[in-house]
């Protein structure tokens, strides 16, 4: 990569505005929201239910215009990087096909897309012992545990070798050491890949925790309230938790988070 593409942003969001009509009200979802993601970097989402966070990955996806504003995926439009194949997603439930083993999970966006594994990326078998499941490829969803599986949803997701990972409280749904562990792993995953990562989370430790800088949304209209540096090392375990740094870090995450 030259430096001249290193320079631009990931995702560049101008004064990016969504309103929704529902039942027979208008819900202002985002305003005004502006952000440039940088290539490689980890951004968290946090922010009180309804402030525009799922929203928000959803313009960047391209399963929402938004209704005013500007925004720039790798230097194109939403639908263009959408045809590039540029943009994976990962959700709270991993929908998986039940009837289909984990191997054949991740491999079925490149049978969908009809495209075969491009040289030199990463193949489904890899990507499986990536997200360390290289000895559960031929299970089936059942016989896997919800950490397991939304494993297996992050290798769907990388499949297709997609520069922005974008995540919807992906952890959300599981206990607090399967999520703890799923976060350490995700770090690792992050630097070996060198994508960029847009989180949506609830947890201000997660938040915290993963993120180099935490984009804080406040609700009605949804709106940036606040974008937190994240001043902690590169290399991050768990045991980070009980440093001063990042007890001081989420009090204030926790104080902004309750005047939103
Ligand atoms: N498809 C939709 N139709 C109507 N209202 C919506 C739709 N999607 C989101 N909203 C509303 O927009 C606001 C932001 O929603 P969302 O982005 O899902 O918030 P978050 O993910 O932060 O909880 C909420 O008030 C929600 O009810
Ligand atoms: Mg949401």
């Known amino acids: 990569m030259d430096a001249s593409s290193a320079a631009r942003p990931a995702v560049s969001a101008r004064n990016i505005g969504v309103r929704f ?34 929203t928000f990955l959803r313009v ?37 096909l039940p009837w289909r083993t984990a191997l054949q999970n991740v491999e079925l966006p490149l049978q969908v897309g009809g495209g075969a594994a491009r ?28 950490g397991q599986r939304q494993r297996v949803s992050i290798a769907r997701a990388l499949v ?3 520069k922005i990972l974008l995540m919807d409280e992906p952890f959300g749904a599981l206990d607090e050491i399967t999520r703890d562990r799923l976060n350490e792993e995700l770090l690792r995953v992050w630097k070996e890949t060198g994508l960029t990562v847009l989180f949506v989370t609830h947890s201000i430790h997660e938040a915290a925790f993963l993120g180099q800088r935490v984009l804080m949304l406040a609700t009605n209209p949804g709106r940036v309230r606040e974008i937190v540096p994240v001043d ?13 740094e990042f007890v001081q870090l989420t009090a204030h995450l926790r104080r902004v988070l309750e005047s939103c």
């Open 119 to 146: 040289k030199g990326r990463r193949g489904p078998r890899e990507l499986l012992e990536m997200v360390g499941l290289k000895d559960r490829e031929h299970a089936y969803p059942h016989e896997l545990s919800g």
């Open 160 to 162: 297709s070798d997609p």
């Open 232 to 244: 902690l090392p590169g290399d991050r375990t768990l045991a980070i938790r009980e440093t001063p």
């Open 21 to 54: 009509f529902a039942e027979r009200r208008n819900v202002t979802a985002l305003q005004g929201l502006n952000i440039d993601v940088a290539q490689g970097e980890f951004l968290t989402l946090l922010g009180p239910s309804g402030c525009g966070k799922s």
């Open 60 to 96: 960047v996806a391209d399963l929402i215009d938004p209704g005013s504003g500007a925004i720039d995926v790798l230097s194109s439009s939403p639908p263009a990087a959408r045809k590039r194949r540029d943009i994976g997603f990962v959700f709270q439930d991993p929908a998986l």
